[in-house]
């Protein structure tokens, strides 16, 4: 039933920005913490941010400085704004969120379906 939905991925320069934006859906009681992850083939997949409930933010120290993690609450979504992108940082990003379906569950962990970032010249 719970559905997470990825947007703004594509194709950018070296030195561009994209914001990727993720919106949950469907029978949903509470979102807690939201994530986004990076796995490139044959790589072990990396947290890339994290976000809490009450939009406390973390990132990792590969992308401190460029990248930026917030959300939308009444929205159920989190964006993930990338700035001076480099080629390395092309991969397919993924994003996560602790959901409650219902005051009588527990969190459950939701994954999106993945979306492409490709830096280059």
């Known amino acids: 039933q719970v559905q997470l939905v990825e947007s703004g991925g594509g194709l950018v320069q070296p030195g561009g920005s994209l914001r990727l934006s993720c919106a949950a859906s469907?029978?949903?009681?509470?979102?807690?913490?939201m994530r986004w992850y990076r796995q490139a083939p044959g790589k072990e997949r990396e947290l890339v941010a994290t976000i809490t409930d009450s939009g406390i933010p973390n990132v990792s120290d590969s992308v401190k400085g460029r990248f930026t993690i917030s959300r939308d609450n009444a929205k159920n979504t989190v964006y993930l704004q990338m700035n001076s992108l480099k080629p390395e940082d092309s991969t397919v990003y993924y994003c996560?969120?602790?959901?409650?379906?219902?005051?009588?569950?527990?969190?459950?962990?939701?994954w999106g379906q993945g979306t492409q970032v490709t830096v280059s010249s």
């Open positions: 996560n969120a602790d959901i409650r379906t219902s005051y009588f569950s527990v969190n459950f962990g939701y």
């Open positions: 469907g029978r949903i009681f509470r979102v807690n913490t």
